[in-house]
């Protein structure tokens, strides 16, 4: 069985930062991509940013020049550095992994919270 562990979120300061942590674990062959998705109130679940096998990133238009994902392949962990956060950013952020040939599993989510 494969879990995916967040940590790091919690409750900053408009300019902040926070930095989210998430780790995969149990029966793993390979890891295609890693990811972050995010989901506010009444909104739907969003691209955050996602790195590759091959550390190809792709991130959110809303994100870039204040995130950085970055991922540590020997112990299948991907990271999530949030620098300058606005309140639009509080959400619910979750994990997100392909692992096995293309199997897709989340985490179960951490919350986010900017105070203006």
């Known amino acids: 069985q494969v879990q995916l562990i967040e940590s790091g979120g919690g409750l900053v300061q408009a300019g902040g930062s926070l930095r989210l942590s998430c780790a995969a674990s149990?029966?793993?062959?390979?890891?295609?991509?890693m990811g972050w998705y995010r989901q506010a109130p009444g909104k739907q679940r969003e691209l955050v940013a996602t790195?590759?096998?091959?550390?190809?990133?792709n991130y959110a238009e809303s994100v870039k020049g204040r995130f950085t994902i970055s991922r540590d392949a020997a112990v299948n962990t991907v990271v999530l550095q949030m620098n300058s956060l606005k309140p639009e950013d509080t959400a619910i952020y979750y994990c997100?992994?392909?692992?096995?040939?293309?199997?897709?599993?989340w985490g179960q989510g951490t919350q986010v919270t900017v105070s203006s």
């Open positions: 997100d992994a392909y692992i096995n040939y293309h199997t897709r599993y």
């Open positions: 149990g029966s793993i062959f390979s890891i295609d991509s």
């Open positions: 790195i590759t096998d091959s550390g190809r990133t």
